[in-house]
Nanobody, 118 residues
Framework: VQLQASGGGLVQAGGSLKLSCVAS????????MGWYRQPPGFRRELVAS???????DYEDSVKGRFTISRDNAKNAVYLQMNSLKPDDTAVYYC?????????????WGKGTQVTVSS
């Protein structure tokens, strides 16, 4: 599975950005798509994920500010980021993970930089 992400950039604190990611290739029926981020000098961490059934999970610091959604017909996942803070500055990575019998499928997209200025 190949992942093409877009939508990063530079924004002032309090602003908004929307990230998009489209999966192509050998996609599988049961899967979870999500976004991870890696700030400079820190480990990569989960930001939000959503299953093909619509079950979501969010990292505590983004709850109420970020919204993850997906379009199963397009194999696409989106991350709407509002009320951005400087601490949200990181490289954001799209992730695709097969579930159940498809658990051997796992892909990462190239990162997209999100920079929030104070």
């Amino acid at each position: 599975v190949q992942l093409q992400a877009s939508g990063g950039g530079l924004v002032q604190a309090g602003g908004s950005l929307k990230l998009s990611c489209v999966a192509s290739g050998r996609t599988v029926r049961f899967n979870t798509m999500g976004w991870y981020r890696q700030p400079p000098g820190f480990r990569r961490e989960l930001v939000a994920s959503i299953s093909n059934g619509g079950v979501t999970d969010y990292e505590d610091s983004v709850k109420g500010r970020f919204t993850i959604s997906r379009d199963n017909a397009k194999n696409a996942v989106y991350l709407q980021m509002n009320s951005l803070k400087p601490d949200d500055t990181a490289v954001y990575y799209c992730n695709y993970r097969g579930e159940g019998i498809y658990s051997g499928t796992h892909s990462w997209g190239k990162g997209t930089q999100v920079t929030v200025s104070s």
